[in-house]
């Protein structure tokens, strides 16, 4: 049942930073990651909604700090990050959702201005934000990363350009970062939300309104609640499926040793580190316990020592049988690591398939 423990679902006691907070669906996404029990960093270009969210979730019992953070200045993403990771001890969970409504047409005199201030508050606030918190989440147990892209990546909407061009931007990014980020078992994901009753929607005319929620299947548009239960469940550890790239670490570490002395041991560590199956202690007990039970039969072979057995030469210093005692020590640990690791495979295989069905 160890592997459910891994798998757990709360956010209890982690932190999780938030921008766009203040209102809308980011401020459904603080309340519900601290109701349950998580540390939020409540952050928003508007101070004073930014306190107000902050103090309302401390009113209930959570956890919650609040940061003035424009996005689009990268100093202060820096700053911010860094305090918040300070004050809570950590920092688990970035959740990217600060975004900001530009309508401009093509040939707007003003298009270059409100092209510039979308794109670096939807698209290239993202990889600032990253970059500032991947020294904290590389040290955490569970980090994860949530960016919210839009409908708007895959269709269009007329007017909004650079909204569209942020968005499809997210997208991308978001599958990059998830393939480059797996190796430090960072989990990366986006939600694509349509349109949703947030305060930058409800200022649209009604018959705008009814002609959006015309077009949605259920008739009616999405509430920032449902955006932040989907945020929420993002974080939900899925486990890697095993493959034979674990079966071939384990094979070449614990063999590798004796038929290719150094190439198949280090052919073998990286298959280990390079795989999101294994977790860090995992990966140190392969790399650090095998190797020894590698040395150890090196050394016995060119010493010809049989400790303890027969064939032992009579004139055997105490040293020489300390030496033989101590290699075939370090020979039951390697093996003991090997099959250890190759139980735990078995496991993760076992629950990657349950978990498929």
Same mark, same amino acid.
């Given at each position: 049942?160890?592997?459910?423990?891994?798998?757990?679902?709360?956010?209890?006691?982690?932190?999780?930073?938030?921008?766009?907070?203040?209102?809308?669906?980011?401020?459904?996404?603080?309340?519900?990651?601290?109701?349950?029990?998580?540390?939020?960093?409540?952050?928003?270009?508007?101070?004073?909604?930014?306190?107000?969210?902050?103090?309302?979730?401390?009113?209930?019992?959570?956890?919650?700090?609040?940061?003035?953070?424009?996005?689009?200045?990268?100093?202060?993403?820096?700053?911010?990050?860094?305090?918040?990771?300070?004050?809570?001890?950590?920092?688990?969970?970035?959740?990217?959702?600060?975004?900001?409504?530009?309508?401009?047409?093509?040939?707007?005199?003003?298009?270059?201005?409100?092209?510039?201030?979308?794109?670096?508050?939807?698209?290239?606030?993202?990889?600032?934000?990253?970059?500032?918190?991947?020294?904290?989440?590389?040290?955490?147990?569970?980090?994860?990363?949530?960016?919210?892209?839009?409908?708007?990546?895959?269709? *269009?909407?007329? $007017?909004?350009? @650079?909204?569209?061009? !942020?968005?499809?931007?997210? %997208?991308? /990014?978001?599958?990059?970062? #998830? +393939?480059?980020?797996?190796?430090?078992?960072?989990?990366?994901?986006?939600?694509?939300?349509?349109?949703?009753?947030?305060?930058?929607?409800?200022?649209?005319?009604?018959?705008?309104?009814?002609?959006?929620?015309?077009?949605?299947? *259920?008739?009616? $548009?999405?509430? @920032?609640?449902?955006? !932040?239960?989907?945020?929420? %469940?993002? /974080?939900?550890?899925?486990? #890697? +499926?095993?493959?034979?790239?674990?079966?071939?670490?384990?094979?070449?570490?614990?063999?590798?040793?004796?038929?290719?002395?150094?190439?198949?041991?280090?052919?073998?560590?990286?298959?280990?580190?390079?795989?999101?199956?294994?977790?860090?202690?995992?990966?140190?007990?392969?790399?650090?316990?095998?190797?020894?039970?590698?040395?150890?039969?090196?050394?016995?072979?060119?010493?010809?020592?049989?400790?303890?057995?027969?064939?032992?030469?009579?004139?055997?210093?105490?040293?020489?049988?300390?030496?033989?005692?101590?290699?075939?020590?370090?020979?039951?640990?390697?093996?003991?690591?090997?099959?250890?690791?190759?139980?735990?495979?078995?496991?993760?295989?076992?629950?990657?398939?349950?978990?498929?069905?």
């Amino acid at each position: 049942m160890s592997d459910f423990k891994q798998l757990s679902r709360s956010v209890k006691g982690l932190t999780v930073l938030v921008t766009g907070a203040a209102s809308g669906m980011g401020r459904a996404t603080a309340l519900v990651f601290a109701a349950e029990g998580a540390n939020v960093a409540v952050t928003d270009i508007n101070a004073e909604t930014t306190q107000a969210v902050a103090g309302e979730i401390a009113a209930t019992g959570g956890s919650a700090k609040a940061w003035t953070l424009d996005v689009a200045r990268p100093d202060e993403i820096i700053k911010v990050v860094n305090d918040v990771a300070a004050h809570f001890g950590a920092l688990d969970i970035v959740i990217n959702n600060a975004g900001i409504s530009v309508r401009v047409a093509i040939d707007d005199e003003g298009y270059e201005a409100a092209w510039a201030k979308g794109l670096a508050v939807m698209l290239s606030a993202h990889p600032r934000i990253i970059r500032a918190a991947l020294p904290h989440l590389r040290r955490s147990k569970s980090p994860r990363i949530v960016n919210i892209a839009s409908t708007e990546a895959l269709g *269009a909407t007329a $007017l909004h350009s @650079p909204y569209s061009a !942020a968005k499809a931007g997210v %997208a991308a /990014l978001t599958v990059v970062w #998830a +393939k480059e980020l797996a190796r430090h078992e960072i989990r990366v994901n986006a939600i694509a939300p349509g349109f949703i009753k947030t305060e930058m929607v409800a200022s649209m005319k009604p018959e705008i309104l009814e002609k959006m929620a015309a077009g949605i299947p *259920a008739g009616r $548009l999405g509430e @920032p609640d449902e955006i !932040a239960a989907e945020a929420r %469940a993002r /974080l939900d550890l899925q486990p #890697a +499926k095993p493959g034979s790239r674990e079966g071939w670490a384990l094979v070449l570490l614990a063999v590798g040793g004796f038929f290719l002395p150094l190439i198949g041991w280090l052919v073998g560590v990286y298959l280990l580190w390079s795989s999101a199956v294994w977790s860090r202690t995992e990966k140190l007990i392969g790399t650090l316990a095998t190797p020894v039970g590698f040395v150890a039969p090196a050394f016995l072979a060119q010493r010809s020592i049989s400790p303890g057995g027969a064939g032992t030469n009579t004139d055997t210093s105490t040293s020489d049988f300390l030496f033989g005692y101590g290699a075939l020590f370090m020979v039951v640990l390697g093996l003991a690591a090997i099959i250890y690791l190759a139980v735990r495979l078995r496991q993760r295989s076992k629950l990657a398939a349950r978990l498929a069905q």
